[in-house]
């Protein structure tokens, strides 16, 4: 049996229980578990997106790319004055919260985000673009953003145990790389060199970023599920089966910490953050799962040690949302709701998952669509229903 990292980090937290009452029509548990040996999984095919591209633009058709134009917001200034800069020097970010995991935010955070944020945006809607539209130019974007980074070794630069907020923000920064480049890689007017550059470029980001010890928390919670994506995205575009199956060790060590009520233990320590946090760690987990399915792995039908999927931390999500003393056994203060108005960024995932899984109970939360970059930019685009 494989060891389960998630699992011994959340040794000692007790779990509740929820109604097994299936919430979500079409995500009832698989009677078979995920028990495919790990060599097993490969990358086949480097130029599969995010999504089929072909079948997404079929599915638009001509009047839904009218509605995209007029929608979407315009394509970025891609001329090398107006691209992102990378920052150069050594990355150091002060922590999101002054008190580390919860509570108020540094009012410095923002600024010191910047330009990785400007980066993201700016490459996974080009990205969209491309997906939407199949124009040369915004795939060349994609890789005119990154190459610029590559050029001065952006993201190489820190220590996990200088700045642990650095090693946050590179994982989040290669996740939307690697997310863009799936879309734009097979773009025939990128210059084979560029391409090259650029993969290059962020195999040795992730491959450093994994390589930084981790922390008590940080090596099983919603981090260890984006480092997951980081590398899956990455060892697709570069064909790199290792870094692939990285991602699906880190989906299966989620699956195996998930407790008996469908939570999970380490967001719960979150206090007003725990709804927040179980919410923001399904969204690489989804990541993670479309990706491997445009391989042909399906790790929707995975299980972990305890027989538990994915579909029960969605299922618990839900329903804490309508009650929220299934999260008062765990956290006592109100819980911060910011992350489910209607379209926020956060919800992305949802889009992913709903598409597969249809059911009412997530239209209060998608009646617009998400634009979140680390998720691969404009779920318009690649999953919500088109007006």
């Given amino acids: 049996m494989r060891p ?12 509740g229980a929820v109604s ?30 995010l999504v089929d591209l ?31 800069p990378p920052p150069i020097g050594r990355v150091r970010l002060p922590h999101y919260y002054l008190n580390l995991q919860y509570g108020p935010v540094d009012p410095s955070y923002a600024d010191a985000e910047r330009p990785y944020a400007s980066m993201w945006t700016t490459a996974t809607r080009a990205a969209s673009r491309y997906a ?7 795939a060349r974007c994609v890789f005119d953003v990154l190459e610029d980074w590559a050029k001065v070794d952006a993201l190489l630069d820190y220590s996990a145990k200088e700045s642990r907020q650095a090693w946050f923000v590179v994982e989040w920064a290669a996740s939307a790389a690697g997310l863009a480049l799936s879309v734009a890689r097979a773009e025939p007017s990128v210059p084979a060199e560029q391409r090259i550059r650029v993969l290059a ?38 064909r790199d089966d290792e870094l692939f199956r990285y991602g699906v060790m880190r ?8 407790a008996a009520d469908g939570s999970f233990p380490l967001e719960m320590d979150r206090h007003e953050r725990a709804l927040h946090y179980q ?30 999927s994915i579909h029960d931390a969605v299922r618990f999500l839900l329903a804490a949302l309508d009650d929220q003393s299934l999260v008062r056994r765990y956290a006592s203060e109100p819980q911060y709701l910011g992350t489910f108005r209607p379209g926020a960024g956060d919800l992305a995932w949802m889009e992913a998952y709903r598409r597969r899984f249809p059911s009412p109970r997530f239209e209060r939360f998608l009646t617009s669509a998400p634009f979140q970059p680390l998720l691969g930019g404009e779920t318009l685009v690649y999953w ?4």
Avoid at 21 to 44: C, K, Q, S, W, Y
Avoid at 67 to 73: F, G, P, W
Avoid at 209 to 221: A, H, K, L, V
Avoid at 384 to 387: A, E, F, G, M
Wanted: proline share 7%.
């Fill in 4 to 15: 389960s990292r998630a699992l011994l980090c959340a040794l000692g937290v007790v779990a």
């Fill in 20 to 49: 097994s009452v299936d919430l979500i029509p079409g995500a009832l548990n698989p009677a078979t578990a995920g028990d495919a040996r790990i060599e097993t999984f490969v990358v086949h095919d480097p130029n599969a997106s």
């Fill in 54 to 84: 072909r079948a997404r633009r079929e599915e638009i058709g001509i009047a839904g790319v009218s509605r995209l134009r007029a929608t979407l917001s315009p394509a970025a200034d891609c001329s090398s004055a107006g691209r992102p």
């Fill in 132 to 138: 939407a539209f199949a124009e040369p130019a915004d």
């Fill in 201 to 238: 470029w962020l195999t040795r980001v992730v491959r450093k970023q994994i390589s930084e010890p981790s922390g008590p928390i940080s090596c099983c919670n919603n981090h260890a599920h984006w480092r997951g994506l980081m590398a899956m995205a990455a060892g697709v575009v570069t």
């Fill in 251 to 258: 989906f299966r060590d989620a699956l195996d910490g998930i």
């Fill in 279 to 308: 919410n923001y760690a399904l969204l690489p987990l989804v990541g993670i799962a479309e990706l491997a399915s445009r391989q042909g792995y399906d790790l929707y039908k995975e299980h972990g040690r305890a027989s538990r």
């Fill in 384 to 387: 919500h229903p088109l007006p």
